[in-house]
Protein backbone atom coordinates (compact mmCIF):
# COMPACT_ATOMS: atom_id res chain seq x y z
CA UNK A 1 0.00 0.00 0.00
CA UNK A 2 1.11 3.48 -1.33
CA UNK A 3 2.20 5.83 1.74
CA UNK A 4 0.02 8.55 3.25
CA UNK A 5 1.64 11.78 2.42
CA UNK A 6 3.15 14.18 5.20
CA UNK A 7 1.50 17.70 4.06
CA UNK A 8 3.48 19.92 4.90
CA UNK A 9 1.60 22.80 2.54
CA UNK A 10 -1.34 22.05 4.94
CA UNK A 11 0.94 22.03 8.05
CA UNK A 12 2.45 25.34 7.52
CA UNK A 13 -1.31 26.82 6.64
CA UNK A 14 -2.12 26.18 10.45
CA UNK A 15 0.87 26.94 11.84
CA UNK A 16 1.06 30.37 9.58
CA UNK A 17 -2.66 30.58 11.03
CA UNK A 18 -1.70 30.38 15.02
CA UNK A 19 0.70 33.21 13.91
CA UNK A 20 -1.76 35.50 12.14
CA UNK A 21 -3.66 35.26 15.06
CA UNK A 22 -1.01 36.39 17.44
CA UNK A 23 -0.02 38.72 15.04
CA UNK A 24 -3.24 40.56 15.28
CA UNK A 25 -3.40 39.93 19.24
CA UNK A 26 -0.21 42.10 19.30
CA UNK A 27 -1.62 44.69 17.19
CA UNK A 28 -4.04 45.17 18.96
CA UNK A 29 -1.90 46.08 21.92
CA UNK A 30 0.07 48.22 19.70
CA UNK A 31 2.38 46.37 18.55
CA UNK A 32 4.09 45.20 15.39
CA UNK A 33 6.43 41.77 14.33
CA UNK A 34 9.13 43.35 12.34
CA UNK A 35 11.13 41.46 10.01
CA UNK A 36 14.50 42.34 7.98
CA UNK A 37 15.36 40.04 5.57
CA UNK A 38 18.93 40.93 4.17
CA UNK A 39 19.95 39.34 0.49
CA UNK A 40 23.30 40.25 -1.15
CA UNK A 41 23.29 39.88 -4.62
CA UNK A 42 21.08 37.85 -7.36
CA UNK A 43 21.51 34.56 -6.49
CA UNK A 44 17.98 33.50 -8.65
CA UNK A 45 17.12 30.98 -5.77
CA UNK A 46 17.70 33.19 -2.98
CA UNK A 47 15.62 35.98 -5.11
CA UNK A 48 12.61 33.44 -4.86
CA UNK A 49 13.11 32.72 -1.26
CA UNK A 50 13.26 36.12 -0.51
CA UNK A 51 10.37 36.68 -2.28
CA UNK A 52 8.14 34.28 -0.36
CA UNK A 53 9.16 35.17 2.75
CA UNK A 54 8.38 39.19 2.35
CA UNK A 55 5.06 38.05 0.82
CA UNK A 56 4.45 35.83 4.00
CA UNK A 57 5.73 38.60 6.41
CA UNK A 58 3.12 40.90 4.70
CA UNK A 59 0.29 38.39 4.80
CA UNK A 60 0.37 38.30 8.13
CA UNK A 61 0.61 41.51 9.01
CA UNK A 62 4.54 41.99 10.07
CA UNK A 63 6.28 44.63 9.13
CA UNK A 64 8.91 43.95 6.70
CA UNK A 65 12.32 45.08 5.65
CA UNK A 66 14.18 43.96 2.81
CA UNK A 67 17.65 45.20 2.27
CA UNK A 68 19.36 44.48 -0.87
CA UNK A 69 22.55 44.98 -1.21
CA UNK A 70 24.77 43.95 -4.26
CA UNK A 71 26.85 41.31 -5.03
CA UNK A 72 30.33 42.90 -4.57
CA UNK A 73 29.13 44.39 -0.85
CA UNK A 74 32.04 44.46 1.41
CA UNK A 75 32.05 41.90 4.49
CA UNK A 76 32.17 45.88 6.65
CA UNK A 77 29.09 47.31 4.80
CA UNK A 78 27.08 44.09 5.47
CA UNK A 79 28.30 44.37 9.26
CA UNK A 80 27.27 47.81 9.42
CA UNK A 81 23.78 47.35 8.37
CA UNK A 82 23.32 44.36 10.68
CA UNK A 83 24.55 46.62 13.67
CA UNK A 84 22.06 49.42 12.41
CA UNK A 85 18.97 46.68 12.16
CA UNK A 86 20.32 44.84 15.80
CA UNK A 87 19.51 48.64 17.29
CA UNK A 88 16.63 49.27 15.46
CA UNK A 89 13.53 49.25 17.43
CA UNK A 90 10.96 48.30 14.86
CA UNK A 91 12.74 45.05 13.92
CA UNK A 92 12.55 41.77 16.06
CA UNK A 93 14.04 39.44 13.32
CA UNK A 94 17.03 39.33 11.31
CA UNK A 95 17.37 36.55 8.49
CA UNK A 96 20.69 36.82 6.18
CA UNK A 97 19.49 34.82 3.22
CA UNK A 98 22.08 32.25 2.38
CA UNK A 99 24.53 31.48 0.26
CA UNK A 100 26.26 34.89 0.66
CA UNK A 101 29.13 35.69 -2.31
CA UNK A 102 32.06 33.66 -1.35
CA UNK A 103 34.40 36.73 -0.33
CA UNK A 104 31.35 36.72 2.93
CA UNK A 105 32.49 34.75 5.58
CA UNK A 106 28.88 33.62 6.72
CA UNK A 107 30.39 32.29 10.37
CA UNK A 108 31.47 36.26 10.54
CA UNK A 109 28.05 37.47 9.51
CA UNK A 110 25.90 34.86 11.86
CA UNK A 111 27.99 36.01 15.12
CA UNK A 112 26.97 39.88 14.57
CA UNK A 113 23.46 39.17 14.64
CA UNK A 114 21.83 40.17 17.66
CA UNK A 115 21.17 36.80 19.63
CA UNK A 116 17.62 37.61 20.09
CA UNK A 117 17.08 38.25 17.07
CA UNK A 118 18.13 35.75 15.37
CA UNK A 119 15.18 34.40 14.06
CA UNK A 120 17.08 31.33 11.65
CA UNK A 121 18.78 29.94 15.24
CA UNK A 122 21.81 30.02 13.04
CA UNK A 123 23.78 32.11 16.18
CA UNK A 124 26.63 29.90 17.90
CA UNK A 125 24.83 31.10 21.25
CA UNK A 126 21.58 29.87 19.94
CA UNK A 127 22.76 26.79 18.95
CA UNK A 128 24.80 26.19 22.07
CA UNK A 129 21.83 27.12 23.99
CA UNK A 130 19.88 24.50 22.22
CA UNK A 131 22.74 21.69 23.19
CA UNK A 132 22.21 23.09 27.03
CA UNK A 133 18.70 21.88 26.96
CA UNK A 134 17.87 25.71 27.17
CA UNK A 135 15.21 27.48 25.54
CA UNK A 136 16.49 29.26 21.77
CA UNK A 137 15.34 30.08 18.39
CA UNK A 138 15.82 26.81 16.75
CA UNK A 139 16.70 26.91 13.07
CA UNK A 140 13.53 27.11 11.31
CA UNK A 141 13.99 23.53 8.93
CA UNK A 142 14.68 21.23 11.74
CA UNK A 143 11.84 22.93 13.91
CA UNK A 144 9.59 22.55 11.21
CA UNK A 145 10.59 19.17 10.47
CA UNK A 146 9.46 18.57 14.28
CA UNK A 147 6.44 20.13 13.75
CA UNK A 148 5.30 18.25 10.27
CA UNK A 149 6.28 14.69 12.66
CA UNK A 150 4.29 16.07 15.84
CA UNK A 151 1.35 17.12 13.74
CA UNK A 152 0.80 14.06 11.57
CA UNK A 153 0.94 11.74 14.31
CA UNK A 154 4.59 10.42 14.05
CA UNK A 155 5.67 11.38 17.50
CA UNK A 156 9.59 11.21 17.61
CA UNK A 157 8.95 9.55 21.20
CA UNK A 158 10.88 6.03 22.07
CA UNK A 159 11.51 5.88 18.25
CA UNK A 160 14.61 5.41 16.69
CA UNK A 161 15.18 8.34 14.34
CA UNK A 162 18.06 8.49 11.70
CA UNK A 163 19.38 11.69 9.72
CA UNK A 164 21.55 11.33 6.69
CA UNK A 165 23.52 14.85 6.64
CA UNK A 166 25.15 16.37 9.66
CA UNK A 167 25.07 19.92 8.38
CA UNK A 168 25.28 22.33 11.28
CA UNK A 169 22.08 24.02 9.90
CA UNK A 170 19.59 20.65 9.35
CA UNK A 171 21.16 17.76 10.63
CA UNK A 172 23.11 19.02 14.17
CA UNK A 173 20.22 20.82 15.31
CA UNK A 174 17.31 17.74 14.15
CA UNK A 175 19.77 15.39 16.41
CA UNK A 176 19.38 17.75 19.54
CA UNK A 177 15.64 18.50 19.31
CA UNK A 178 15.01 14.41 18.37
CA UNK A 179 17.12 13.44 21.33
CA UNK A 180 16.06 16.33 24.22
CA UNK A 181 13.69 15.62 26.42
CA UNK A 182 10.12 15.89 26.12
CA UNK A 183 7.22 15.30 24.42
CA UNK A 184 8.48 16.63 20.65
CA UNK A 185 11.90 14.33 21.49
CA UNK A 186 13.17 11.09 23.35
CA UNK A 187 13.96 9.59 20.27
CA UNK A 188 17.15 7.60 19.63
CA UNK A 189 19.20 9.40 16.98
CA UNK A 190 21.66 8.14 14.41
CA UNK A 191 23.37 10.48 12.58
CA UNK A 192 24.99 9.35 9.08
CA UNK A 193 26.65 11.14 6.92
CA UNK A 194 28.97 11.35 3.61
CA UNK A 195 32.02 8.99 5.83
CA UNK A 196 29.62 6.40 6.92
CA UNK A 197 30.44 3.54 5.43
CA UNK A 198 27.08 1.30 4.39
CA UNK A 199 24.84 3.90 5.12
CA UNK A 200 21.94 1.84 3.97
CA UNK A 201 22.58 -0.71 7.05
CA UNK A 202 21.79 2.33 9.15
CA UNK A 203 18.43 3.55 7.70
CA UNK A 204 17.14 0.60 7.19
CA UNK A 205 16.97 0.54 11.18
CA UNK A 206 14.83 3.87 10.99
CA UNK A 207 11.23 4.26 12.20
CA UNK A 208 11.78 8.21 11.03
CA UNK A 209 14.29 8.72 8.39
CA UNK A 210 15.17 11.84 7.62
CA UNK A 211 17.23 12.53 4.37
CA UNK A 212 19.07 15.88 4.09
CA UNK A 213 22.21 15.24 2.39
CA UNK A 214 21.78 17.25 -0.83
CA UNK A 215 22.08 14.71 -3.26
CA UNK A 216 18.82 14.20 -5.29
CA UNK A 217 16.99 10.81 -4.94
CA UNK A 218 19.71 8.97 -2.95
CA UNK A 219 17.48 7.09 -0.36
CA UNK A 220 16.38 4.36 -2.27
CA UNK A 221 13.20 1.84 -1.42
CA UNK A 222 15.82 -0.99 -0.45
CA UNK A 223 17.07 1.57 2.65
CA UNK A 224 14.16 1.80 3.91
CA UNK A 225 12.37 -0.01 6.47
CA UNK A 226 8.67 -1.06 5.98
CA UNK A 227 6.35 1.00 7.37
CA UNK A 228 8.93 4.09 8.30
CA UNK A 229 7.86 7.50 7.97
CA UNK A 230 10.29 9.37 5.78
CA UNK A 231 11.21 13.45 5.52
CA UNK A 232 12.92 14.80 2.48
CA UNK A 233 14.85 17.56 3.23
CA UNK A 234 16.68 17.62 -0.15
CA UNK A 235 16.15 20.44 -2.82
CA UNK A 236 18.04 19.40 -5.74
CA UNK A 237 17.43 20.77 -9.43
CA UNK A 238 17.73 17.95 -11.76
CA UNK A 239 17.61 18.09 -16.00
CA UNK A 240 14.00 17.74 -17.49
CA UNK A 241 13.41 18.20 -20.94
CA UNK A 242 10.03 18.25 -20.88
CA UNK A 243 9.87 21.66 -18.79
CA UNK A 244 10.41 24.98 -20.01
CA UNK A 245 12.91 26.07 -17.29
CA UNK A 246 14.50 22.50 -18.42
CA UNK A 247 15.40 21.80 -14.82
CA UNK A 248 12.77 19.89 -12.32
CA UNK A 249 12.97 19.81 -8.49
CA UNK A 250 13.69 16.44 -6.60
CA UNK A 251 14.07 15.45 -2.74
CA UNK A 252 16.86 13.72 -1.51
CA UNK A 253 14.77 10.33 -1.59
CA UNK A 254 13.60 8.57 -4.51
CA UNK A 255 9.99 9.01 -3.74
CA UNK A 256 8.08 7.12 -6.82
CA UNK A 257 9.67 3.79 -5.12
CA UNK A 258 10.59 4.62 -1.34
CA UNK A 259 6.51 5.60 -1.08
CA UNK A 260 5.88 1.86 -1.93
CA UNK A 261 7.96 1.02 1.50
CA UNK A 262 7.40 3.54 3.95
CA UNK A 263 3.83 4.41 5.76
CA UNK A 264 4.09 7.82 5.50
CA UNK A 265 6.61 10.62 3.32
CA UNK A 266 6.64 14.10 2.80
CA UNK A 267 6.79 14.94 -1.13
CA UNK A 268 9.20 17.55 -2.81
CA UNK A 269 7.92 20.30 -3.05
CA UNK A 270 5.39 20.99 -0.91
CA UNK A 271 6.93 18.80 2.40
CA UNK A 272 9.21 20.87 4.35
CA UNK A 273 9.72 23.56 2.65
CA UNK A 274 7.12 25.59 3.10
CA UNK A 275 7.34 24.42 6.87
CA UNK A 276 10.65 26.41 6.71
CA UNK A 277 9.11 29.62 6.07
CA UNK A 278 6.02 28.87 8.42
CA UNK A 279 8.70 28.75 11.35
CA UNK A 280 10.34 32.09 10.72
CA UNK A 281 7.29 33.57 11.11
CA UNK A 282 6.93 31.63 14.32
CA UNK A 283 10.02 32.26 15.59
CA UNK A 284 9.87 36.04 14.58
CA UNK A 285 6.75 36.34 16.60
CA UNK A 286 8.44 34.79 19.23
CA UNK A 287 11.17 37.56 19.19
CA UNK A 288 8.56 40.26 19.02
CA UNK A 289 7.04 38.96 22.25
CA UNK A 290 10.05 38.38 24.32
CA UNK A 291 11.50 41.92 23.14
CA UNK A 292 8.29 43.57 23.97
CA UNK A 293 7.07 41.12 27.33
CA UNK A 294 4.02 40.61 25.78
N1 LIG B 1 18.86 29.77 2.49
C1 LIG B 1 18.10 28.66 2.32
N2 LIG B 1 17.40 28.39 3.44
C2 LIG B 1 17.71 29.36 4.34
C3 LIG B 1 17.30 29.64 5.68
O1 LIG B 1 16.51 28.92 6.31
N3 LIG B 1 17.86 30.75 6.25
C4 LIG B 1 18.74 31.53 5.59
N4 LIG B 1 19.21 32.59 6.25
N5 LIG B 1 19.15 31.30 4.36
C5 LIG B 1 18.63 30.22 3.74
Redesign the pocket.
Known amino acids: MAARIIDGKTIAEQINAETRAESQRLKARGITPGLAVVLVGEDP??KV?VANKEKMAADLGFHSALKRLPADTGEGDLLALIDDLNFDRKIHGI?????LPKHLREDEIWDDIDPTKDV?G?HPLNLGRLAAGQRAPV???PAGIIEMLVRSGAMPSGKHAVIVGRSI?VGRPLQLLLSQKGRAGDATVTVCHSRTPDIGAHTRQADILIAAIGQPRFIKADMVKPGAVVIDVGINAVPDATRKSGTRLVGDVDFDAVKEVASAISPVPGGVGPM?IAM?MHNTIAACRARESA
Not at 95 to 99: E, G, I, N
Open positions: ASYLVQSPDFACTRTL
